[in-house]
């Protein structure tokens, strides 16, 4: 049985992963920001271990990171945001920007290092930072600009976190889930949660050494970087 963290599971792929985890009967510790996310998270993984902080709020991190004494065996950084509405190269909510790449960018560095501790107890640590396609610097497109670069800038902060921890066999990497339906993706995205999740997991478990510094998708397919 391994130990799982998830951040950011209030709802949507991190709410799944924590149920799926918990209904196969893997140790689950999850993360919500408010109360509410707490309440549907403890609905659907109550079996789950719960912690509350906002990926923007270092300490408040740090200080659910020292509620946590056991290895961690995959870490999932999954909270993430849309952003503004207003993203565009000729027209840019700027601040709104600005608080999408603390939440998206730098949100998933802040929870990573405050748990490495405790990940790098683990016999087989794995760090999965939920990333997007659309951060793929090879993929055309001009819609939602401010979301792509924050995705994009998480994706050189994995191959920067997986170079400073190879030596120390923790495995990095970046994963696209697909175009989701939940709340973030919408109604019209081709994906069903259940089946995005069931990937993610299957993946994770899968990593070994040689898939760090890689960017998968659920299927375990590899993306431009």
Same mark, same amino acid.
């Given at each position: 049985?391994a130990?799982?963290?998830?951040?950011?599971a209030?709802?949507g792929i991190?709410?799944?992963?924590a149920?799926?985890?918990?209904?196969?009967?893997?140790r689950v510790t999850?993360s919500?920001?408010?109360?509410s996310?707490?309440s549907a998270l403890k609905?659907?993984?109550?079996?789950?271990?719960t912690?509350?902080f906002?990926?923007?709020?270092?300490t408040?991190?740090?200080?659910?990171?020292a509620?946590?004494?056991?290895p961690?065996?995959?870490?999932?950084? &999954?909270a993430?945001a849309?952003?503004p509405?207003?993203?565009?190269?000729?027209?840019?909510d700027f601040e709104?920007?600005?608080?999408?790449?603390s939440? &998206?960018?730098?949100?998933?560095?802040?929870?990573?290092?405050?748990f490495l501790?405790?990940v790098?107890?683990?016999?087989?640590p794995?760090?999965?930072?939920?990333s997007?396609?659309l951060g793929?610097?090879?993929?055309?497109?001009?819609s939602?600009?401010?979301?792509?670069?924050s995705k994009?800038g998480l994706?050189?902060?994995?191959?920067?976190?997986?170079t400073d921890?190879?030596?120390e066999g923790?495995?990095?990497?970046?994963m696209?889930p697909?175009?989701v339906?939940?709340?973030m993706g919408?109604?019209?995205?081709t994906?069903d949660?259940?089946d995005?999740?069931?990937g993610i997991i299957?993946?994770a478990?899968?990593?070994?050494?040689?898939?760090t510094r890689?960017?998968r998708d659920?299927?375990?397919?590899d993306i431009?970087?």
């Open positions: 049985m130990h799982w963290l998830i951040a950011g209030s709802r991190g709410l799944e992963a149920r799926q985890l918990s209904a196969r009967g893997e999850a919500a920001r408010s109360a996310g707490l609905t659907a993984a109550p079996g789950a271990a912690l509350q906002d990926v923007r709020d270092e408040a991190i740090r200080a659910a990171a509620q946590v004494s056991d961690i065996d995959v870490l999932i950084a &999954n993430g849309y952003g509405q207003r993203q565009s190269s000729l027209d840019m709104g920007a600005l608080d999408l790449l939440v &998206n960018t730098f949100g998933p560095l802040r929870v990573v290092q405050a501790p405790l790098k107890r683990s016999e087989r794995r760090i999965v930072m939920m997007s396609r793929s610097m090879s993929l055309d497109g001009t939602n600009v401010a979301y792509r670069v994009a994706n050189k902060i994995v191959q920067c976190l997986a921890l190879e030596g923790v495995v990095v990497v970046a696209h697909g175009w339906r939940t709340e919408g109604p019209n995205a994906l949660v259940r995005s999740v069931a299957q993946v478990e899968s990593l070994t050494p040689a898939d890689s960017y659920y299927r375990g397919e431009p970087w």
